[in-house]
């Protein structure tokens, strides 16, 4: 095996570069957060969610943390991810991402983002204003319309709009899905009933949310790749470290 600027060449390589250069643009678009529900059951002042991050079914590359803090008609959400994908000791594919996210009355209004790409850092922030909402990042000063909601996901509401701001760059992105009904689901807790939704397009993205409109399983394939996004068990804490 020979290298080149640091990383390995020939064909095993090859399809994990190529792998790593797409996947931070394509799960920015998969994990889309919704608007807040209002749910019929109380949820505790703090949780925490953490998935792990599955390529081909067993090898684990990373692990992606979403922290719910919830306070009077505030809310905010917390999301880290951490990629880290290997060729034998070589790295190949860094990615890390800390964001904060505030909600009001059920309604976004801000957004802080940083995102580190193998070294290559960038940040986008969002702001709502009486006009819409205000982006700024890496693909220049945007204007989104008032129903926007940037791609973090921890619920279902963001399926119901057609428009999501990516993170990484603070471009919009349209978006268009699919519903395809009940399927239930076997967790070590027990089987859950789930709602399938497909995001269509280049490369199609499967969602099941429980009914309290929490995500319980992410899946997407890319080239020839599959990928899944596990859940461990949601944690409720009295305030979140």
Not at 179 to 189: A, F, H, I, N, W
Not at 217 to 227: K, P, Q, Y
């Amino acid at each position: 095996m020979s290298t080149a600027a640091g990383r390995p060449c020939g064909p095993r390589a090859d399809p994990l570069l190529k792998w790593g250069r797409s996947f931070a643009a394509l799960w920015l678009v998969a994990l889309a957060t919704p608007a807040m529900a209002e749910l019929g059951t109380a949820r505790p002042a703090a949780e925490r969610w953490v998935f792990d991050v599955l390529m081909d079914g067993d090898r684990e590359i990373g692990t992606h943390t979403i922290d719910i803090i919830r306070s009077g008609a505030d809310t905010t959400v917390q999301v880290s991810v951490d990629l880290d994908v290997k060729f034998g000791f070589l790295t190949l594919f860094r990615y890390d991402l800390e964001l904060t996210e505030r909600w009001r009355a059920g309604q976004f209004v801000a957004l802080d983002a940083r995102v580190d790409r193998d070294g290559r850092t960038g940040t986008v922030t969002a702001r709502r204003t009486d006009d819409g909402i205000v982006l700024d990042g890496p693909a220049g000063p945007t204007l989104a319309p008032a129903d926007a909601l940037p791609a973090t996901h921890w619920n279902r509401g963001l399926m119901d709009r057609a428009v999501w701001i990516n993170i990484e760059t603070g471009a919009l992105i349209e978006v268009k899905r699919q519903d395809l009904g009940e399927v239930q689901l076997q967790r070590p807790s027990g089987p859950v009933t789930t709602t399938h939704i497909r995001q269509t397009g280049t490369v199609p993205i499967d969602y099941w949310y429980d009914d309290q409109d929490r995500l319980v399983w992410l899946r997407f394939e890319l080239d020839g790749r599959v990928f899944d996004y596990r859940p461990r068990a949601p944690t409720a804490v009295a305030g979140v470290e």
